[in-house]
């Protein structure tokens, strides 16, 4: 059973910075791709960022030079570290898996990923 268990959101103010947790099984960790993707309310869920299992990282556009995604194998944690936080970046945001091995260049495509958690809100505002 592969199961992803996000954490960390909450509110902050412009500007501010968020640290997301994303618990994985070991076995998910180390073989499979890790997304982050984000959902606005009315908009469509949109990737973020992605770590291969050989810790290649991509970043949407939006948020290059903002955003880093890390992981901790010991912990079987990817972390999304979240600054320069501005109120568009606001939404609730998911960590996922697929379900079957993807190119590292096709991580940010949500129709890639069958593995959901349960989703974390991150609300940016003042």
């Known amino acids: 059973q592969v199961q992803l268990v996000e954490s960390g959101g909450g509110l902050v103010q412009p500007g501010g910075s968020l640290r997301l947790s994303c618990a994985v099984s070991?076995?998910?960790?180390?073989?499979?791709?890790i997304g982050w993707f984000r959902q606005a309310p009315g908009k469509e869920r949109e990737g973020v960022s992605s770590?291969?299992?050989?810790?290649?990282?991509y970043y949407a556009d939006s948020v290059k030079g903002r955003f880093t995604i890390s992981r901790d194998n010991v912990k079987k944690t990817v972390f999304l570290q979240m600054n320069s936080l501005k109120p568009e970046d606001t939404a609730v945001y998911y960590c996922?898996?697929?379900?079957?091995?993807?190119?590292?260049?096709?991580?940010?495509?949500?129709?890639?990923?069958?593995?959901w958690g349960q989703g974390t809100q991150v609300t940016v505002s003042s």
């Open positions: 996922a898996t697929p379900v079957r091995s993807i190119p590292d260049g096709l991580g940010l495509l949500a129709s890639n990923y069958g593995y």
């Open positions: 770590i291969s299992s050989a810790g290649s990282t």
């Open positions: 070991e076995f998910t960790l180390r073989y499979n791709t």
